[in-house]
């Protein structure tokens, strides 16, 4: 089943390419052998001395029938190839030609494509137009936001390289100080640094994971607009700046106590120094263990924010903004790069049938030529048979007066008439080249090759681009 126009048009016009058959060359007959085949002269003596025909015979004698039916054998012979190669040449034609009934099938696909294209249109806007709506109803919710929380700026947005790079940052400070951690209460260690290995991981996540969740979801309140919620910043900040301080004292006391009981550390003691002399540490190595887990936590406070809108809820609600209107760039530009690939196909499967009609026009002029040329031939041929004939009677005629001793018979003196069968036949037109609907057919592809590019124009305008989405409420009216 053809699935183009093209298609359609070259299933009902194959075998209109290719070389047509050469005009036979129908061969010229020589008198003087054939009156040999026949043993014409011999015939005409014989039948003379006989007194054969009859001087009141008034119909051709054996010889001279034998003499029409060997003409007759050439010219049966000619006709079967004539006839052979005009149904080829007609064959031909009526394949080249577009007919009524190949016009109403092109008509149904022309149709059809448009039809096709229209649907596509219409499939694609349904689409966006669900886009479009997502689109303005963040909008919506983000003009809102602003509003309610009197925002002018706008969010701030970190692209996905910099959150990645933020992330591996923030991997960067669990395993350093993981290694310093290791490296620190390796002294007091019997196992080295691989000993101490998982507990410097536990105190790494303890210290950096909670200044990353502190960032997330502590820092922002301080930047709210309501007071309470300020308020409530500045306590969990309170309690995160008594966490980092209390959490990396903790292990710079427990440092301490960690060399000097060689691996054994008491709960109680280790209370003990923190509650009465946090700052005083035995060891200058745990001092710095502990300035270098309070600048870790800090980067990570830092690394975190930096990839935030700082304000709470504002940088959600601009991402969810930011997406749907990516989201809806990306599928009206696919749509729009759809829709001119389905109409350069289309354009051009239509121009592709109106080249294969005109190509199939010279086809069918040349069968027509050929035909004509073949048809040309076939009756020279005869007329060609016709004096051959009309020779051999009058030799045969002329032969048996000269022997003969009486009167030959009255019919002698009449030239002898042409046979029907050399009769030339009429070369009727090919019904299909009466009927063929080419230039209407041509004209009615180009009506929808045009209909298609002015539906795709017309459509153009309805492909919003992300620029003009500044009217998003009056666009999905």
């Known amino acids: ?105 092109i008509e149904a696909a022309g149709a059809n494509a448009l039809a096709d294209f229209r649907a596509e249109i219409l499939h694609d806007q349904n689409q966006l137009h669900n886009l479009l709506r997502t689109v303005a109803s963040r909008e919506d919710e983000f003009r809102e936001f602003r509003e309610r929380h009197c925002l002018r700026r706008l969010p701030k947005t970190v692209s996905r390289g910099e959150r990645v790079f933020g992330v591996l940052l923030l991997l960067v400070f669990v395993l350093l100080e993981s290694i310093l951690n290791g490296m620190f209460f390796a002294e007091g260690s019997e196992a080295g640094i691989i000993g101490g290995g998982v507990q410097a991981l536990v105190l790494s996540l303890l210290n950096v994971g909670v200044a990353a969740l502190y960032a997330v979801y502590g820092l922002p309140l301080l930047f709210h607009r309501r007071g309470t919620i300020k308020f409530l910043g500045a306590l969990v900040t309170i309690f995160f ?167 030959p018979p009255a019919y002698f003196r009449v030239p002898p008439a042409r046979p029907q069968f050399l009769d030339p036949p009429v070369l009727a037109a090919v019904p299909a080249y009466e009927l063929d609907a080419r230039d209407e057919t041509i004209a009615r592809i180009d009506h929808y090759i045009k209909a298609v590019n002015e539906k795709f124009e017309q459509t153009m305008p309805e492909y919003q681009t992300v620029g003009q989405l500044g009217s998003l409420e009056h666009a999905i009216a």
């Open 1 to 105: 089943m053809p699935t183009s126009v093209r298609g359609l048009v070259a299933a009902a016009m194959s075998n209109t390419n290719g070389a047509l058959p050469g005009i036979p060359v129908f061969p010229q007959l020589d008198v003087d052998q054939i009156a040999r085949e026949l043993r014409l002269d011999e015939r005409a003596e014989k039948a003379a001395m006989a007194g054969q025909p009859a001087s009141d015979a008034d119909g051709p004698d054996s010889a001279e029938l034998d003499i029409r039916g060997k003409i007759q054998g050439y010219a049966a012979k000619a006709c079967d190839d004539y006839l052979a190669l005009r149904d080829t040449y007609e064959t031909r034609i009526q394949r080249a030609a577009v007919t009524p009934d190949l016009q109403v099938q």
């Open 241 to 407: 700046g008594f966490w980092l301080g209390g959490l990396n004292l903790a292990i710079g006391h427990f440092r301490d106590l960690f060399i000097a009981g060689a691996g054994s550390v008491q709960m109680g003691e280790l209370l003990t120094r923190l509650t009465s002399a946090p700052l005083l540490l035995s060891d200058a190595k745990s001092f710095i263990l502990v300035l270098l887990g309070t600048g870790l936590g800090l980067l990570a406070v830092i690394d975190v924010a930096a990839t935030r809108d700082l304000y709470p809820g504002y940088g959600t609600v601009g991402r969810e903004r930011k997406k749907a209107i990516e989201q809806y760039g990306d599928e009206n530009a696919r749509s729009l790069a759809a829709m001119m690939r389905l109409r350069d196909e289309t354009a051009s499967d239509l121009s592709s049938t109106i080249e294969l009609i005109r190509g199939s026009q010279f086809q069918m002029q040349e069968a027509i030529e050929g035909r004509t040329r073949l048809h040309h031939s076939f009756k020279a041929y005869l007329e060609h048979l016709a004096v051959v004939y009309e020779r051999l009677v009058q030799r045969y005629r002329e032969c048996n007066s000269r022997v003969r001793r009486g009167e």
